[in-house]
């Protein structure tokens, strides 16, 4: 089968014909992979940025960790999940036995594996995955908008660190994939306003005015935050800021549009050290919370948000493409042309004899 790989370190990733998975074997299932999306972390594997060089220890992988698929085979053990069923995929794979994970805290695992970073992910028609890590999806919910789980549960978990309760001002720094998952969230948790910024986000903001937001800034041209965000700030500062652009130079002007006891959240993963004015953080009593992936208890709450909100969240789908041209969908990602590009993987694939 066709997939798309990391071969080796440094950047570049390579479409490669691979053996089709093995039979599943105890608590492992086969899946038919459906739609994938291209992620940002795709992004900084395909150019290796230095935050990601930790995968080179798996190397070769195929990568492609926000994916749904159909279950076509269960190994031993699986139960609660059928032939054909629709799945997303929580791409964390906990150990088991370390001593957060025997103690029933698997969210703490310390030994942890990524599907599609450090083990073979969804850029491939099929795939091998633990039982635990299948998120059952609700008939009437369509395999795209399932691919979009994983990210929206990303977005839900920031909103979460952040504490947005209703009547508040949330700032939502970045218009990807995740930051229109934060925007949506914390206007389903009774944000007041929920104002998004961006940079030469064009396309970007479009999405989020299709999906009914306003209050939609494109710093570029308006001489920077300051100046983008003053409309804004004359009404006071605001309650909660969610950062998700991984960009340094936004952190100190995040803070300066944060109200005192405000909470600042970072989602961005940046690739290296950010100075903070720590006085000025102490005498306004704010707050800085890092924000990453979700306790699995909580992805079934996001599959409810989307069961209810499929309309709204295919908006962010904005293009479509087969495997074969998966580079080109990094390329229209790259260029903030796209919000999701979803990968597609054609019915007449080769079907494993296991399956």
């Not at 999306?37 to 150019?47: K, R």
């Not at 001002?169 to 389903?188: F, K």
């Not at 992805?299 to 293009?319: E, F, G, K």
Request: aromatic share 4%; proline share 7%.
């Amino acid at each position: 089968m066709q997939s798309l790989r990391k071969l080796r370190s440094g950047p570049g990733l390579t479409l490669q014909d691979i053996d089709l998975p093995p039979t599943p074997g105890a608590g492992e299932v086969l899946l038919r992979v459906q739609s994938a999306g291209v992620c940002g972390t795709d992004l900084h594997i395909d150019e290796w940025t230095p935050s990601y060089h930790f995968v080179t220890a798996a190397l070769p992988v195929t990568v492609g960790h926000e994916f749904s698929g159909l279950v076509m085979a269960c190994g031993a053990g699986v139960q609660g999940l059928t032939q054909r069923q629709l799945v997303a995929v929580r791409p964390s794979v906990v150990c088991g036995q370390c001593e957060a994970c025997l103690a029933q805290n698997p969210d703490a695992c310390v030994q942890r594996r990524g599907i599609g970073v450090t083990r073979d992910g969804g850029f491939a028609p099929w795939v091998l995955v633990p039982a635990r890590n299948c998120v059952t999806i609700p008939p009437g919910v369509d395999a795209e908008i399932a691919a979009l789980t994983e990210p929206l549960t990303v977005s839900h978990e920031a909103v979460r660190t952040g504490n947005v309760q209703p009547g508040d001002r949330v700032l939502v720094l970045g218009p990807g994939n995740i930051g229109q998952g934060i925007a949506l969230l914390a206007r389903h948790a009774g944000a007041r306003q929920v104002v998004v910024a961006g940079h030469g986000d064009t396309a970007r903001l479009a999405v989020l005015r299709a999906m009914g937001f306003h209050d939609l800034v494109d710093f570029a041209g308006q001489g920077g935050m300051e100046q983008g965000l003053a409309p804004y700030l004359r009404e006071g500062k605001f309650d909660v800021v969610i950062e998700a652009t991984g960009a340094p130079s936004v952190i100190a002007p995040a803070l300066q549009a944060l109200r005192t006891h405000g909470i600042l959240v970072i989602t961005g993963i940046h690739a290296a050290p950010v100075p903070i004015d720590l006085t000025a953080l102490v005498r306004r009593h704010q707050q800085i919370r890092g924000s990453y992936r979700a306790p699995e208890k909580n992805w079934p709450l996001v599959v409810d948000y989307m069961r209810s909100h499929q309309d709204t969240l295919r908006h962010m789908i904005t293009h479509r493409l087969p495997l074969m041209q998966a580079l080109e969908g990094f390329a229209l990602a790259r260029s903030k042309t796209a919000t999701k590009v979803m990968i597609h993987h054609p019915d007449t694939a080769t079907e494993p004899l296991s399956a």
